[in-house]
Every structure is written in C-alpha cells, then in structure tokens.
C-alpha cells in the first residue's frame, strides 16, 4: 500500500516529536535549581519520500510526493523550589506535501501546548536523579487535522538520569518514558520513550557528543484499520528513529546543539529524517 496525500498527519507528528527529542541532549532528568529558568529556543526540518504501510511494508509516496516540515519550538523550565519545577513547550509548523500530479498543500500554524509541573523525586548521591512530570496538553487550532487532533490531553511520564566517568571522560545518560491520553471520544492512547548517552570531548566541558534512540506508540480502541483517504479516523502507528547530537557550550549560560536523526522501522508513518539546532539559554 503506497502512501498517498492524506498521510499528512503521521508526519506531522513524527517531525513535531523529533523536536521533542532533542531536550534529552541535554538531560531532562536533571533537577534546575530553585530561581533559576532554562530556555531553548529549537528549530528542526523534517523530510520523508516514503513510507511504511499498516503492515509495516516500506514504499514511496505515491506519484513522487514528498513532505517537508520545518518546524519551530520554544522550551521553558523554570526552578519552583528544590523539587518542584514548571515546564513547558510551544510548537509551530510549516508543513508542504507536493507530488507529481500538482498537488501541492501546505499548512502552518501552531500546534499543542504543553504546560506540565516535573517533581524531582529522589537522587542517589546527587549522582543519579528519578523525576516525574504531569503535563496538560491544549491545542491551539481548531478543525485542521493536518495540525494535530484538536483534543485536549495529559501526559504522565517518568525520568531517570545519571553521570559519571569513563575512559577518562565524563558522560551521563538520561531514560524517558511518558503516557499520553487524549480526551476526545476517540483520542489515541500513547506511549512515547527516549534513551539517551552523552560524553564530553574535553576537559572543560565545553563539546560533548549524544546518541538518542526513541520511539513513538499510538493506539485508540475507537479507530478503524489504516486508511489513508479517511487519516483522521485512524490513530493507530508506531515508529522508532535514531539520533547524534554535538553540544558546544559557549559559556555556562549557553549552549547549541546540532542534531541529525533518521527512522529506522514503523507502522502507519513517513520514513522520515531530520536535522534540529537548539540554543540553550540559562537567563538566570
């Protein structure tokens, strides 16, 4: 089964999720000090030509379409007290589709906020760090699903992180897991995770490098078998993708990093790849 203008909307999320991503370049699960705020500002294009079938069959997009998304991204963590921190992400998208018959689409606007609160529950010799966060989900759309469902949601997801040496070097690692509910009659249910590994490249912790890997789960007990003239019906997909980062940090209070990914397998999705720059920025 070839994939034709309707799938849209899987790639959507697959470019909106590699932006998410990226923060764990820099560890998620680390606590930010009480009065202290983290900004990143991210910027992420998207492209895929081909893509997987509900059976997991690999094909081009029908006619010679292709999609590309470049997508912009602004990321806020802000120090409440000693555990407790908001957080928070606002996305905007420029999506083209195009194809050898004419056809051509593009759409942009933003997408789904995201406003949560992480507790940093517990640490283990200030060396290994365990959070969890609760985050509503509010679009800021209305009637276009090549933007997102439209719903309202929560997430609840759960980090573990740590830092050490090896070799010589200094690296950390950081696990993510979150579970996301959509409250519409037939809002998906949804598992997203992420590893990754980091290592410095010198003794001032100016370069480090990163490797993700991550994946997307979606399933609704309400959406019928995979069609692609009728994509809004279906909420059922999954997809895996790898990336490397570089981090250079200009001073302690910013930092960039460069990224690259590409989807190894999937299930109802755009075999997609990506490069993504983000700032960090730490005002205060």
Same mark, same amino acid.
């Given at each position: 089964?070839?994939?034709?203008?309707?799938?849209?909307?899987?790639?959507?999320?697959?470019?909106?999720?590699?932006?998410?991503? $990226?923060?764990?370049?820099?560890?998620?699960?680390?606590?930010?000090?009480?009065?202290?705020?983290?900004?990143?500002?991210?910027?992420?294009?998207?492209?895929?030509?081909?893509?997987?079938?509900?059976?997991?069959?690999?094909?081009?997009?029908?006619?010679?379409? $292709?999609?590309?998304?470049?997508?912009?991204?602004?990321?806020?963590?802000?120090?409440?007290?000693?555990?407790?921190?908001?957080?928070?992400?606002?996305?905007?998208?420029?999506?083209?589709?195009?194809?050898?018959?004419?056809?051509?689409?593009?759409?942009?606007?933003?997408?789904?906020?995201?406003?949560? #609160?992480?507790?940093?529950?517990?640490?283990?010799?200030?060396?290994?760090?365990?959070?969890?966060?609760?985050?509503?989900?509010?679009?800021?759309?209305?009637?276009? #699903?090549?933007?997102?469902?439209?719903?309202?949601?929560?997430?609840?997801?759960?980090?573990?992180?740590?830092?050490?040496?090896?070799?010589?070097?200094?690296? =950390?690692?950081?696990?993510?897991?979150?579970?996301?509910?959509?409250?519409?009659?037939?809002?998906?249910?949804?598992?997203?995770?992420?590893?990754?590994?980091?290592?410095?490249?010198?003794?001032?912790?100016? $370069?480090?490098?990163?490797?993700? #890997?991550?994946?997307?789960?979606?399933?609704?007990?309400?959406?019928?078998?995979?069609?692609?003239?009728? #994509?809004?019906?279906?909420?059922?997909?999954?997809?895996?993708?790898?990336?490397?980062? =570089?981090?250079?940090?200009?001073?302690?209070?910013?930092?960039?990093?460069?990224?690259?990914?590409?989807?190894?397998?999937?299930?109802?999705?755009?075999?997609?790849?990506?490069?993504?720059?983000?700032?960090?920025?730490?005002?205060?």
């Amino acid at each position: 089964m070839s994939f034709t203008k309707p799938g849209l909307k899987y790639l959507l999320v697959a470019s909106v999720f590699f932006i998410t991503m $990226q923060r764990k370049s820099y560890g998620g699960a680390f606590p930010v000090r009480p009065g202290s705020w983290l900004l990143s500002p991210s910027v992420n294009y998207f492209f895929a030509n081909k893509g997987w079938d509900s059976l997991r069959r690999l094909s081009p997009f029908a006619n010679g379409g $292709q999609f590309t998304s470049l997508s912009y991204s602004l990321y806020t963590e802000y120090g409440l007290s000693r555990r407790f921190t908001l957080v928070g992400q606002l996305p905007f998208v420029n999506n083209h589709y195009h194809d050898n018959t004419g056809y051509d689409n593009r759409t942009n606007g933003f997408t789904d906020m995201e406003i949560g #609160i992480r507790y940093y529950a517990f640490n283990i010799n200030y060396i290994y760090y365990f959070s969890v966060q609760g985050t509503f989900i509010q679009p800021l759309y209305t009637n276009n #699903i090549n933007l997102g469902y439209g719903e309202q949601g929560a997430e609840v997801k759960v980090s573990f992180g740590g830092s050490g040496h090896v070799l010589g070097r200094n690296y =950390y690692f950081t696990i993510d897991n979150g579970v996301r509910q959509y409250f519409g009659s037939s809002g998906p249910l949804q598992d997203r995770y992420t590893g990754t590994v980091g290592l410095t490249l010198d003794r001032r912790f100016k $370069q480090q490098i990163s490797a993700t #890997i991550g994946g997307f789960y979606s399933t609704s007990s309400l959406s019928g078998g995979y069609d692609p003239a009728h #994509i809004a019906a279906n909420k059922n997909f999954a997809f895996n993708q790898v990336s490397l980062s =570089y981090g250079y940090s200009f001073t302690r209070k910013i930092s960039l990093f460069i990224s690259a990914g590409k989807f190894i397998n999937g299930r109802n999705t755009g075999d997609g790849s990506s490069v993504s720059a983000s700032l960090i920025l730490r005002p205060f």
